[in-house]
């Protein structure tokens, strides 16, 4: 167990260190939701009318209603971040010495998964205290039951970005990867619009969306803020992280997944 515990120990201290030598990544990770919650949430404002639905009590405005999905947002994109490194640290060999070490493969991928999800835990905390900044607040005991969300949401996100770092080959493809994955995630989901609105333009539109994973882990995140829990979506988003956490210990696994074939 003290094994175990000192590689968790050493690999979250590990990414910590980097993120804080990455000030640009963490300015990046502020950068594109300020923008969406400044800009782009005052123009809807006005355009864009919110019926009373759950978890909300009363009508709210546009900005109001996107900030859940910005908390995905940066967890999202710290995810893939997550997945680069690790491609960056397999290019270094880095990675490969990881996993060369006596623990079990599926604990030092878990060890990185933690760390990830640490980082993001800040970043969204950090976003949030500057959203308060702003006039956005939440009740008190929200921004402490909204952090059992996050865990939840950047376990499931940072295992969709193992899941990806085992089918890069090199950095140079991690940006089709972000076209081809994050984006589609991102706007085909509730946390720009409700679903409602959604069906209301297209049927399609709305089914794609209610299946998809990253909707079920901004809705977490909604209810959390308000001190309220989501039991379907949160279901939904356990089963998504482990359906994705067993498809990157396979394309880990030297014997059977993706590095075999690469090999």
């Known amino acids: 167990m003290t094994a175990y515990l000192t590689a ?13 030598r990455q000030r640009g990544r963490f300015v990046a990770a502020l950068v594109r939701p300020l923008v969406w919650l400044v800009v782009f949430a005052a123009g809807f404002r006005a ?29 999202l994109f710290n995810g893939m971040q997550s997945s680069l490194s690790l491609v960056y640290d397999r290019e270094m060999g880095s990675m490969r010495l990881l996993l060369t070490s006596p623990l ?16 993001s835990c800040f970043q969204v905390y950090t976003f949030l205290a500057i959203a308060a900044l702003y006039g956005i607040t939440f009740p008190l005991l929200g921004y402490i039951a909204v952090l059992p969300a ?19 080959s090199q950095l140079e493809n991690f940006a089709g990867v972000m076209n081809f ?9 509730s946390a720009l619009y ?17 299946l998809n994973p990253f909707t ?7 209810f959390a803020l308000y001190a309220q829990t989501n039991w379907t979506a949160a279901g939904w988003t356990c089963l998504a992280g482990a359906v994705l956490m067993g498809l990157a210990l396979w394309g880990y696994d030297p014997a ?4 075999q074939r690469k090999g």
């Open 47 to 75: 355009a864009l009318g919110l019926s009373i639905t759950p978890p909300y009590q009363t009508y709210i405005t546009y900005d109001i209603y996107i900030v859940p999905g910005l908390c995905g947002m940066i967890v």
């Open 256 to 259: 059977r997944g993706l590095l």
């Open 8 to 20: 968790l120990y050493a690999i979250t201290l590990r990414e910590a260190l980097r993120f804080t």
């Open 216 to 222: 079920h882990a901004v809705e977490v995140i909604r």
């Open 150 to 168: 996050l865990v939840l949401a950047g376990v499931m996100l940072g295992a969709l970005g193992l899941a990806l770092s085992s089918t890069i």
């Open 194 to 210: 409700p679903l409602w609105k959604m069906a209301e333009s297209s049927a399609l539109l709305h089914d794609i969306c209610a």
């Open 104 to 119: 079990p493969r599926w604990w030092l991928l878990t060890c990185r998964l933690i760390a990830s999800t640490v980082i």
């Open 181 to 189: 994955v994050i984006f589609p995630m991102f706007f085909l989901s």
